[in-house]
């Protein structure tokens, strides 16, 4: 018990020092403190005030979606703002913990270092460095480089900004299924301090403070920490170990100097540190239903081929993970300096930006606890990259403009292994080779004893192979977007941006490695030659080959560049000052690149063409917001990591990018209502009809005309309504529900485990969570105590069926949704 305390003492410490190292900072003895003048709120840097605070501030949320300061309501883009407080009530702490209440967006985090982001039904799920997200992430203006470090734990945010559709005029390459912008809090020119701790279920802990220092009347100073950190919700039968665990810590520094009072300079550190249990594989074979193999194997092992039928319920199968050196790992620091100048014309923005990234993950990816079924996979990333913008803003006349100019540098290595036992390569070489059993480690260890070597063991002996990567990218960028004000009412939109890509990437696959193995060899030298075996048949690589298109011990490079001309057109009309009506016609853009586990592949660019019309209207009269827009795209060469059960060779399954062309239709619908300043309710949803146009799976199955796995339905809900004068102070509830429908099916779905496979459970049904909070705080907002669940009615679903392993060991694995959580948060401000 004590051993499971500890680390939240640990993180305790580091908090209550982080802040009190600050807070000496302003202690009143201190003379430069006492300089800090008063300011009010309109004054102060702080982010506008919550609309659920005010009716009047219905819709009245300040965004930066068009690289300008505009209402919400003014912005002729589709969006959706996820603010604080919907963080905060949600008690998410990273943005999968909270994607299904944004319809058309979906965060795959099973694995963080590897996250997956889609929308509106267009997804990159290949993590190698060799691609990158259709999605683009960005913080404070700077693009998340990679998926191992596209998905952090909240820390100070201040919103998020949701933008659907292409963004490749205003937010460049790799934002061609639509962006994400989370933008965090600037040092304010108040002294504020605060501090929340959450325990729950599961051994849930988290707490996170920041304190603002205004070191004097020019310069001010903000830091918050985070700590994240769970027992686990599942355990592994065999070994007591628990999985679904997390342990997160950060920091985030930002330091604000008013240099001249036209001159402002902000100076960021983030900082981020995680280690858990990689992802559980939930086997779907009964141990019961293990079948002995003949001699000289005596043991057990699951049946093969796979039977379907006789597939257990992952939801309440036991879990056995066996993964030697298993684990998830990620190491992130990153400083970001801006500069912002005003001028006579305008304003000048200057953003120097630097990311550094180092990644482990090893996980499972048999399902079992078996040595002869044995298999796990890992990926080693190190990034580091550089990013510099210079931004121009103002006004002449009718026009309102923006323009700029960007340069992208990134080193990125990956390493992708695969590791086996001797054990497993053997059921490798019977199952998928056609290997006879005197063909196998097991026959030739089982003589050694005959012929005096039964000291040797071949057995048992660990076996990897990998395919080194590296990557040098550089992107460079020039862009323009003019509002035209034509009328009082109506504007018109022009914008474009030139970006040009270039990128060499390598592939290395080294022989296979296996240390024991050949320290065995080396001593069974006398007998292999004295009966004529060539040692060699030992030491083939046998996963990552020549004969499945992969050279051992060659280097293959290759370089290419692309350049891509991204325009906007955007008519909006104001038919009342609080209602207006759009249409639009955006490109996006994402660069080509290469598969990394695909040696010598390549793919061109990804291109979509999107067409849009929408309403945004507010009725001020009736407390009333309601957003709209219909859409078409269609996606050129999209690229997708899918599952091929040929690979030539070695007829061990791989995953390989696919280019397909897309099409959609679709509808986006918002709306709140608060008729009083106690109550509040709100409604979002989306419909897309998501079809192939052109389209053949890996397994060779024409998908042209079915859809591409994307529900037609999805929408979020929530209500929140408070009361006043409880305990001298105010009590909310907060309700929220969402619901996504159910995946549609094509030809390839059952193979990619995304659709039914086995008549025991559901896979890809629609999914439903409802989330619930109580939450108290005191008149001033000095305290506060609340109680949350997340998932309150414990819904559980399977997310999928990985088969990678099942055409080769019969051991397909699942994922599944975690459990309900609950939980109490204590929270002090100062």
Known sequence: MNMRQRPLSISLRKLLFGGSTLLLLCSPSLAFCADAPPQDAAASNAPASDPVKDVTQLGKITVTAQSRSQEMQEVPIPLQIVTAQQIDTLAATDLSRMDIFVPGLVVGADQPTQPSYQMRGIETSNFGIGTESAVGVYVDGVYAARSGGALLAFNDIARIEVLKGPQGTLFGRNAAAGAISIVTNEPTDRFEGKARVRFGNDGRKYADALVNVPVNRDMAVRMSVLDNRSDGWIKDAATGESYGKDHDWGSRLVWRWNATPDTRVLLAWDHEQLKQPPQPAIGLIAKSDYVARPAPFNDQVPPFPADPSSYLD?????????????????????????????????????????????????????GTNNRATYLDTANIESNNSWYQEFKFAGTAGIADWVAGVSYYDEHARQTSQTNVFTDSVDSLAMNVGGAAATDTFAFYESLLPLVGYGQYHLLGDPWREQIDNVGRFKAYAAYGDVIWHLTDRLSLTTGARFTRDEKEFSW???????????????????????????????????????????????????????????????????????????????????????????????????????????????????????????????????????????????????????????????????????????????????????????????????????????????????????????????????????????????????????????????????????????????????????????????????????????????????????????????????
């Not at 050279?551 to 290419?560: E, F, Q, R, T, Y």
């Not at 057109?569 to 660069?591: E, H, I, Q, R, W």
């Open 314 to 366: 992952p939801r309440h199968a036991p879990l056995y993970n066996d993964t030697v050196d298993a684990g998830e790992k990620r190491h992130f620091n990153g400083a970001t300096l801006t500069v912002d100048h005003s001028f006579n014309w305008g304003s000048l923005t200057s953003t120097t930006a630097w990311r550094h990234f180092n990644t482990y993950n090893r996980g499972d990816y048999d």
């Open 508 to 830: 290395f696959n080294p022989p296979r490695r296996a240390d024991e193995l050949d320290a065995t060899i080396d001593a069974l030298m006398p007998l292999l030659n004295l009966v004529g075996i060539d040692p060699g048949v030992f030491q083939q690589n046998l996963i990552f080959n020549a004969a499945g298109g992969a050279p051992v011990n060659v280097l293959v490079k290759d370089k290419n560049s692309w350049n891509d001309f991204s325009p906007r057109v955007v008519l909006d009309y104001k038919f009342t000052p609080d209602v207006m009506g759009y249409a639009s016609v955006t490109k996006g853009y994402k660069a080509g690149g290469y598969n990394s586990v695909q040696i010598g592949s390549r793919f061109d660019p990804e291109k979509v063409l999107n067409y849009e019309a929408g309403l945004k209207t507010l009725f001020p009269d009736q407390h009333l917001l309601l957003n709209g827009s219909v859409y078409y795209y269609r996606y050129d060469n999209k690229q997708s990591l899918t599952l091929d059960p040929n690979s030539a060779g070695s007829g061990v399954p791989r995953y390989l990018v696919s280019s397909t062309d897309q099409e959609a239709h679709g509808l986006e619908f918002e709306a709140q209502w608060q008729p009083v300043d106690a109550f509040k309710l709100s409604l979002t949803g989306a419909y897309i009809d998501a079809t192939y146009r052109q389209a053949v799976a890996p397994s060779g199955a024409d998908l042209s005309g079915q859809p591409t796995g994307e529900p037609l339905f999805s929408f979020a809900s929530s209500l929140s309504y408070t009361w006043q004068d409880v305990a001298g102070g105010a009590l909310e509830f907060d309700l929220s529900h969402a619901y996504r429908g159910k995946s549609r099916c094509n030809r390839d779905s059952q193979l990619q485990g995304t659709c039914q496979i086995s008549p025991n459970f559901d896979t890809g049904v629609a999914q439903q969570r409802t989330d619930a909070r109580l939450d108290w705080h005191a008149a001033n907002d000095q305290w506060g105590v609340a109680l949350y669940a997340n998932n309150v009615f414990n819904k559980r679903y399977v997310t999928g069926v990985n088969n990678i392993s099942t055409s080769v060991f019969g051991t397909p694995f699942a994922s599944i949704t975690p459990p309900r959580a609950v939980g109490v948060e204590l929270r002090v401000k100062f």
